[in-house]
């Protein structure tokens, strides 16, 4: 070996010295190469449905924007009851940067056959809150309270005309649960999505159950009037009203939960930092508000609570749907 191939030898064996103490010196002062802190770009949040749905989700991604330091970007993403949007975000990568306003139409859409999945393509993140619909009538129906309509309605012989958003909506469940344990003959009547105060008005349907929002300004007017909301207990919001199981169908709990989901195998500590966020975003007063004003009612829970509430709203929604006929999965 000459003097050159010798000088380059040893000057291999230094670097390759320098890189093993180097790697050593890491490891014994704990330090790891810097990695980018989530979020470091904006995160999407796709909203499924207009309305209500859509105004508070918008709400929330702003409120959660300034407790992340990144924009959230709420995106509409309507159609199939939800089935485009839930596609969209189960096909995406599983970091954190595509996430979905929620709610329970993932068991309804899934049961009707429109979605090959349920909700355990998803990661929980948090409920945000709840939103319970409510049972409107024309002002000129003649019916004072529920109990009134029953028994004015089976005197005559004839079904009611109930609407609802769809076969196999939440609203078509809504309505099923109470009618049922009123015991009246009833004919479904879909109109669509934000339709119902008009369909009410026009006197194509007796009876819309929907969400508040969509009654408040026809209720203020006086051309419509809500009878009772569907929750077990009565939540408060611009339309004063009792529960249903109050007015006479008792023991109803219809209530439909609003949160936010993930695809499944998103990293723990991405699902924590989103939680995080939402509940700050939810305690804020400018979510409160915006909530007060469309009848939806904050009631946060975290992902492992969130997670066991939509196991058990799946099983449920799965057995009222096999009653119903419209179970396809």
């Avoid at 796709?46 to 989700?57: D, E, K, R």
């Amino acid at each position: 070996m000459d003097a050159r191939q010798l000088g380059r030898k040893t000057m291999r064996v230094a670097s390759i010295k320098t890189v093993m103490l180097a790697a050593s010196a890491l490891a014994v002062s704990g330090h790891t190469p810097a990695r980018a802190e989530f979020p470091e770009k904006p995160i999407e949040m796709t909203v499924l449905f207009g309305g209500s749905a859509q105004t508070i989700g918008q709400v929330l991604a702003d409120q959660m924007s300034k407790q992340l330091g990144s924009p959230v970007v709420a995106v509409s993403r309507p159609g199939g009851g939800g089935a485009i949007g839930y596609s969209y975000v189960k096909d995406t990568a599983p970091d954190g940067y595509n996430i979905v306003w929620n709610s329970n139409s993932i068991s309804t859409v899934h049961y009707q056959g429109n979605l090959p999945f349920g909700y355990d393509a998803f990661q929980p993140i948090a409920r945000i809150g709840m939103e319970v619909p409510v049972v409107a009538v024309r002002s000129q129906s003649g019916w004072d309270s529920l109990q009134d309509m029953v028994e004015k309605v089976k005197a005559t012989g004839r079904p009611l005309k109930v609407g609802i958003s769809g076969l196999g909506s939440f609203t078509h469940l809504t309505a099923a649960a109470l009618f049922d344990k009123l015991g009246m003959k009833v004919v479904y009547i879909p109109y669509g999505e934000g339709r119902a105060p008009a369909e009410l008005l026009a006197g194509r349907i007796d009876v819309a159950a929907q969400w508040p929002s969509q009654f408040v300004p026809h209720v203020q007017s006086g051309a419509l009037k809500v009878l009772c909301q569907t929750g077990a207990k009565k939540t408060a919001g611009p339309i004063d009203t009792p529960t249903c199981a109050e007015a006479g169908a008792e023991g109803l709990d219809v209530t439909m939960w609003r949160g936010l989901a993930a695809p499944a195998n998103t990293p723990p500590e991405v699902i924590a930092k989103l939680e995080a966020a939402a509940k700050a975003a939810t305690d804020s007063e400018e979510f409160k508000k915006a909530a007060h004003n469309l009848g939806f009612t904050p009631a946060f829970l975290p992902a492992s609570e969130f997670g066991q509430q939509i196991e058990s709203d799946d099983s449920t929604i799965a057995s009222l749907m096999d009653q119903l006929g419209l179970k396809n999965q």
